[in-house]
């Protein structure tokens, strides 16, 4: 075996049976050392006549999760995973795949490949290939259907699911589950083989099993619905549908004739830069990654609204004993109970189970002072959006926390550092912006202050993690990353209906680009009250344009709330969906000529880049300004947060699809028309279009 597959791949004899163990930290991802030393144990393995059995383990964390992700942008290295695959099928001997930590992809292929499968009962096993805009490339979409049936192949592969080892059993993809020593009882298992005849089971021998083949237009239709505007999933079934009237072999080429194609798919490489991205902005900018966290093991949240209540679910599904604070025992019951409540829908919905929901119930107290604080690590501000009030907030957590305990506030656009000013140990203070339901979305932006300590920053990007969010490090801005963005769009949605666009246009070219809702709908879900008092907090710092624009009061001075008053931009029956109202073109039209506009036909193209490019625009000014370390932060920060589309990767990645020299083009074009306040290009997309450059080089 040559030198560096020896270092990635070593094999140890026990008796008859020869133990291959991969070792690629982190998570024994298919590298070419990996594929070229797994052959070497293969072809060793066949040439030992002693050996009668191989068992393949990984040494780490986990078996193999797939192929190297990092090897799609360079052409294929031989041995290709398929040729490694197909060499695995054809051993005359039997192979035992001793699986632990999570199977994923071409590393569950490895394992399909293999006569049996032993896995230990904490296994996960799953093609998540779909999620990266692909779809299984080394046997999966032959062999799974062929093990666990058509049906649970396909909702495996089309969504990229994961399945327990028991579930794994029950199905046929696993021959046993060990609770114990994995290598040992693999090793043991091998020997039963031995003992009964060292018998091959070649997967790729097995028939299809019959299927109601009316399930695939069903599964069309609900991926359709689930992903919309993805493409992987949809040829995902198509490949099952040919799969399963085709020969083993002339399949395995179509999947893998289709693997490679997608690779090159603009749509895989914005979720796979989405993937990287993601992880590239869980590290730090400034701090090293050696910079220790903080234990964090109880935690407290100030206010129970519906924020706080939120959060305080976040952290009870972390398991994190969690106290609730706020002013009255009556408004801390009625958070307790909408907890529950919240927790009664998962169990209907069968995501929980009624003793878990007690386990998380019973880790959360309430109280009404500050006086028993003195053991909490960590305490999240969710009070309301007034500064005063959680300056006085903070002084009290001040008073009562011990000197090593983190303040963190879920401000929206109020300035840290203010709040720092309040508490004697301004090193400890930080923001966690959450977003609602903050029980259900991923994005978290935490947010530095100029004295936040570094190993702040790390307890509150490692605890954002522990509580399944997608942590992004932001800087000081106003509305910070993500609401400092939208209200640029959101203004040119408002700016469009003065121009003669209507709410319903707006709407539907920005839900047709894929947003998952337009901002007109948007606002009647939130409510007029709610973006008129918003807009009421920003009116100082508007232009005259924007603060003339009071569409937005003049629907709520009207009583038109939105879904909460049946009327908002949109009219709404008892389905609760948008209906286009006569009136609110009326008051448009009325409007428009109080402020002096004239009707224009607005197009749609005009639509779309005006609310894109002012939020390209101002995303190219945060990275400017320092707020965002990465560009890659703020597509990880949309497309966790209001939806940008992840098979378009992000609205910078998107950008430097179109082209920033045609993006500087537009801006100048609408600085005409709206104005310089409102297109004037960064001074970075300025450089970077004199360059032909985009965000990413
Ligand atoms: N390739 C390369 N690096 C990978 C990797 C992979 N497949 N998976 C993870 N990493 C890196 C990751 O970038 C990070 O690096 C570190 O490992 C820890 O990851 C032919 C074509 C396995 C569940 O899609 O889902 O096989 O930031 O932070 O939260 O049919 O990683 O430390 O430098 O995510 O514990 C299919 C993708 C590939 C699995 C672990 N496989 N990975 O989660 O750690 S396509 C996948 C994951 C394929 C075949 C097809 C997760 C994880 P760094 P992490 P984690």
């Not at 972390?318 to 801390?332: F, K, N, Q, V, Y």
């Not at 878990?356 to 109280?367: A, D, F, G, N, Q």
């Not at 690590?377 to 009070?383: F, G, H, M, N």
Request: glycine share 8%; hydrophobic share 40%.
């Amino acid at each position: 075996m040559n030198q560096v597959s020896e270092q990635t791949v070593h094999v140890e004899r026990h008796g008859a049976v020869l133990v291959t163990v991969i070792d690629n930290p982190p998570v024994n991802a298919l590298s070419h050392s990996v594929r070229a030393g797994l052959l070497d144990a293969l072809e060793r393995f066949e040439q030992d006549d002693a050996s009668k059995a191989m068992v393949i383990l990984c040494a780490g964390r986990t078996f193999i999760a797939g192929a190297d992700i990092r090897e799609f942008n360079k052409p294929p290295q031989e041995p290709r995973l398929g040729t490694l695959i197909d060499r695995l099928d054809a051993c005359a001997k039997p192979i035992v795949a001793a699986i632990h930590g999570t199977a994923l992809g071409g590393g569950l292929e490895v394992g399909l490949a293999c006569s049996y499968r032993v896995a230990l009962d904490s296994a996960r096993f799953g093609l998540p290939e779909v999620k990266l805009g692909l779809l299984p490339g080394s046997g999966g979409t032959v062999r799974l259907p062929r093990l666990i049936g058509v049906e649970h192949a396909l909702t495996m592969i089309s969504e990229g699911g994961q399945i327990g080892s028991q579930e794994a059993r029950e199905k046929g993809l696993v021959d046993t589950v060990i609770s114990g020593d994995l290598k040992a009882e693999a090793i043991a298992f091998a020997q039963t083989v031995i003992a009964e005849g060292a018998r091959v089971r070649r997967t790729s021998d097995l028939p299809v099993p019959p299927f109601d083949a009316g399930l695939l237009a069903t599964k069309r239709t609900e991926l359709a619905k689930r992903y919309k505007g993805r493409q992987a999933p949809q040829i995902a079934v198509d490949l099952i549908e040919k799969m399963a009237s085709t020969p083993f072999r002339e399949a395995a080429q179509e999947e893998y004739r289709v693997c490679r194609e997608l690779i090159g798919s603009n749509q895989s490489k914005a979720l796979r830069h989405l993937f990287a991205a993601e992880r590239e902005a869980a590290k730090i900018d400034g701090v090293p990654a050696d910079v220790k966290p903080r234990d964090i093991n109880k935690v407290a949240v100030v206010g129970p609204g519906v924020m706080g209540r939120g959060i305080a679910i976040c952290l009870l599904n972390a398991d994190l004993p969690t106290t609730l604070i706020g002013r009255t025992e009556e408004s801390l019951a009625k958070a307790v109970a909408a907890i529950r409540k919240t927790y009664e829908g998962n169990v209907k919905r069968g995501t929980l189970t009624p003793d878990e929901v007690e386990s998380r119930m019973s880790r959360l107290s309430t109280t009404t002072g500050y006086d028993d604080l003195r053991d909490i690590d960590l305490v999240i501000e969710a009070v309301t959006e007034d500064l005063e009030v959680k300056k006085a907030v903070f002084a009290k957590l001040d008073a009562a926390l011990n000197e090593r305990a983190i303040v963190a506030t879920n401000t929206s656009f109020l300035d840290i550092e203010a709040l720092a000013d309040s508490v004697s140990n301004p090193e400890n203070v930080a923001g966690m912006h959450f977003f609602n339901p903050a029980n259900i979305m991923k994005l978290l932006e935490n947010v530095r202050s100029s004295r936040t300590a570094p190993d702040v920053l790390a307890t509150i990007t490692s605890l954002g993690k522990r509580i399944g969010k997608v942590p992004v490090m932001v800087g000081r801005s106003e509305g910070f990353v993500a609401n400092r963005m939208l209200s640029k769009r959101s203004r040119e949605a408002q700016f469009l209906l003065e121009d003669g666009a209507t709410p319903q246009q707006v709407d539907k070219v920005l839900s047709g680009f894929g947003f998952p809702i337009g901002p007109f709908a948007l606002a009647d879900l939130a409510g007029m009250d709610v973006m008129a008092a918003a807009r009421a907090a920003r009116f100082a710092r508007m232009t005259p344009r924007e603060q003339q624009c009071d569409i937005v009061d003049k629907l709520a001075a009207a009583g038109r709330l939105g879904q909460k008053s049946g009327a908002g931009y949109y009219l709404y029956g008892d389905d609760r969906k948008p209906q286009p109202d006569p009136a609110v073109n009326e008051l448009l039209a009325q409007h428009r000529q109080a402020r002096g506009f004239s009707h224009r036909d607005v197009t749609d193209q005009e639509i779309l880049e005006r609310c894109l490019y002012a939020m390209i625009n101002e995303a190219a000014k945060i990275l400017e300004e320092g707020a965002a370390a990465r560009p890659g932060d703020i597509d990880v920060i949309w497309t966790n947060g209001f939806g940008w589309p992840t098979h378009l990767g992000g609205p910078m990645f998107h950008a430097d699809q179109i082209g920033l020299p045609r993006i500087k083009e537009a801006l100048d074009r609408y600085s005409a028309l709206v104005g310089e306040d409102y297109f004037k290009p960064a001074g970075l997309i300025e450089r970077l279009a004199a360059e032909d450059r985009g965000f990413y080089g």
